[in-house]
């Protein structure tokens, strides 16, 4: 796992300097601790950081050719490299090292672009073609890996594996963005379509980027997305053994690694299937660890604790308390954008409590959006069904006016939260799930903006980019429709921006064997029936691994990796939160209406309303305006 940066002279070939990708290297420095190394030609620089973990005294980088045509730096790794090997040696390529670098550089020469479609792994990752005069960017298929770049007042395009690496080039202006800051408090990141600093721009997952020396800037080209369209004919007993098949072949391919290798263990099933397959194929025992909470309700050690009984794991065990929250600080400069996905913190901890003893550990990323594990995934299709049965009509007309009467009942669990539910209700299918996905809702949005922000946002609904990717998707049925835009927004935005940021933070590599393609290409083709049966989600998953887990692993209520956030704002973080109304920073932004902050908290304090989650992205909002701005 790596960190990677770049200067790309788009029109003419000027020089690089070398000191300037140093420059952008060492704020990442972290993604890269065994090593680093620059390389320039005419009009064109790369720099890299290295976390050595395969074929750790060769595959140095950037790495160039044996004829040095073409110069790679790279972030990732790509789990088939053996085999991809074996094949472009039959076509008579040969290799220096050992690695799956050198392979991506033979795949880049012989097939080009269509390269991509061959690598199973993660990456971002920079080539030069002397050749072909051009430079080609590209990013794995669900955006395991980041790459972030932005086109200069010098003609050149700069690119980074973190904002904080292009932050250093002198020619980025550092400004911001309004539409990003609407986008994060709607949905509590900044997507890959948007960034806090106005013209940066992050390569979105499955594109890539190909620049070609005075040819003008192109578009980015989509090479891969998910397929929910087709549908494979098969039984469930049937489903669920391909499905072990394929996880297992996932959990192995990515075992492989010259340095200590361990797992995250939460007891849910997900972490709990890795693991069960990782001792499966393992001759010695897996370390695994978790991260527990000082809240009873949301703690699960003692679910990962049978887990790693059952499995005879190598397994250590710490808690999370209300005084990690001096941590935000570190979170945030991480994170560089705001980022208010509080699991962060526990992240932050179960990488830091992993990297003691490994280098490399597995998680149990991706399976609630394949296999629609989410609650919100599971309640779209049930309502789905419902507005097949109600008029729409009678929707809009009678449960719209009732939603807006009904009792606000934060404390009650979801199904008694009537109002939500019929609020929903009265929405079209792909309205309302954009809204389920979200932190914060539209009209509460509206009442944070004084006017003059009002008016700077304009047009811009941070919600229209789900509108747009529901509408756009390969697929039967609003389900997949809500999957597919979940597998494209929420999960490289949110879950693999944070895995990536809190693992690279402690100089770990996260690998996700449930991402693997070719899992999630199955999970796509299986109908609605196998992915939510019964009222819950993630049914053909839970199936298969009945072999493997316990009743009460597979089938208990979902509790998600969850802060605390509710609870310590009304206790141990009371004072932080009320200083929130004193805010310079927001005060300063000229964005806000303070008083309404001030009222937000008083009644998250008071217990009227449950305003945690708000709260907290308020936090990391002043902690990254503060940051990147100085405001």
Known sequence: MCGIAGIYHLETAKPVDPARLRAMLHPMAHRGPDGSGTWTAPGVGFGHLRLSIIDIAGSL????????????????????????????EDRGHRFRTSGDTEVILAAWRQWGVECLSRLNGMFAFAIHDHARGCLFLARDRL???????VRLSDGSIAFASELKGLLRHPLLRHEPNLAAVEDFLALGYVPDDNCIVAGVEKLAAGHFLLLERGKPFPAPQRWWAPDFSRRVRVGEAE????????????????????????????????????????????????????????????????????????FATDHRTRTVAAADFALVDRIADMFDEPFADASALPTYRV?????????????????????????????????????GLIPGVLRRGLLGPLSRVWPQMDWAPRPLRARATLAGLSKGGTEAYAEAVGVTGPAQRARLYNDAAVHALGDHIAEARYWKAMSEASAREPLDRAQYADLMIWLPGDILTKTDRMSMAV???????????????????????????????????????????????????????????????????AAQAKALAASATLARSGWF???????????????????????????????????????
């Open 507 to 573: 100089s770990l590599e996260a690998r996700e064997p449930l991402l693997d393609y070719r899992l999630i290409e199955f999970a796509a083709s299986l109908p609605a029936s196998m992915r939510v049966k019964g009222g819950t989600g993630k049914a053909i998953l839970k199936q298969a691994m009945e072999r493997y887990l316990p009743h009460d692993i597979l089938y208990r209520p979902k509790m998600g990796f969850v802060t605390p956030v509710t609870q310590w704002f009304r206790g141990p973080l």
């Open 61 to 88: 980088q950037p790495m160039a050719s044996d004829d040095e045509i073409v110069t790679i730096t790279y972030n990732g790794e790509i789990y088939n490299f053996r085999e991809l090997r074996a094949e472009l």
């Open 593 to 631: 209406d303070m008083a309404e902050i001030e009222r937000i908290v008083a009644a998250h304090q008071s217990g009227r309303r449950d305003h945690g989650r708000l709260i907290w992205q308020f936090f990391m909002l002043e902690k990254s305006l503060a940051r990147l701005f100085g405001i």
């Open 143 to 149: 955006g395991v890996k980041p790459l972030h770049h």
């Open 239 to 310: 489903a669920a053994e391909h499905l072990v098949h394929l996880m297992r072949a996932a959990v192995t391919d990515r075992m492989v690694a010259d340095v200590p290798l361990g797992a995250f263990l939460s007891g849910g099933v997900d972490s709990s299937a890795v693991v069960a397959l990782m001792a499966e194929a393992s001759a010695k025992a897996v370390k695994t660890c978790t991260i527990g909470f000082d809240q009873a309700a949301l703690d699960e050690t003692a679910y990962a604790q049978a887990i790693a009984e059952r």
């Open 351 to 387: 990488c830091e409590l992993a990297r003691e003893q490994v280098t490399v550990a597995l998680s149990g990323d991706g399976a609630d959006e394949a296999f629609a594990g989410y609650r919100r995934l599971v309640f779209q299709h049930q309502e789905e069904r419902l507005r």
